[in-house]
């Protein structure tokens, strides 16, 4: 009997290991624009994001936004556009990577609270899309094609 990684891995899939917090999220090591970065894997977020702390660690071009961003008990938050970057998960990439960016505070201190570690952003369902991303939640992996 073939078992989901080798059907996944036959259908020319890459296999990303996912870390289960304490806060009940998958996390993810993620290169963006070529420097590694913790991400959550938010399938409920439409997209994919990044803390305006984290602009210049990943060498992200901002541009001004009038889209308003919401989620994890905050409303109305101003944000920002950066195109254009690589996001690489394991060994699978993609380049023409649009993200959100907006104050993650929030997000952190409340992963902190919870004694988890602070993260650089989300991998949101715009990326999952893009990847027609497959979650294995057994063995806590993610596929990407």
């Not at 060498?59 to 008990?73: P, W």
């Not at 960016?101 to 715009?126: C, K, W």
Request: hydrophobic share 40%; aromatic share 8%.
């Amino acid at each position: 009997m073939t078992t989901l990684r080798q059907f996944l891995i036959e259908k020319e899939y890459h296999r990303i290991k996912l870390v289960y917090t304490k806060t009940n999220h998958f996390e993810v090591k993620a290169m963006l624009n070529g420097i590694e970065g913790n991400f959550i894997v938010d399938t409920g977020a439409s997209n994919s994001c990044v803390g305006f702390d984290a602009v210049e660690k990943f060498n992200l071009f901002a541009q001004d936004s009038d889209v308003k961003a919401a989620g994890a008990g905050a409303t109305d938050m101003l944000t920002q556009l950066s195109k254009r970057n690589t996001l690489q998960l394991g060994k699978w990439s993609k380049k023409s990577i649009s993200l959100i960016l907006f104050d993650l505070s929030h997000v952190n201190t409340a992963l902190i609270a919870h004694q988890a570690e602070p993260v650089d952003g989300i991998i949101g369902a715009d990326v999952l899309k893009k990847g027609k991303a497959i979650i294995d939640y057994e063995k806590k992996c993610l596929y990407l094609k």
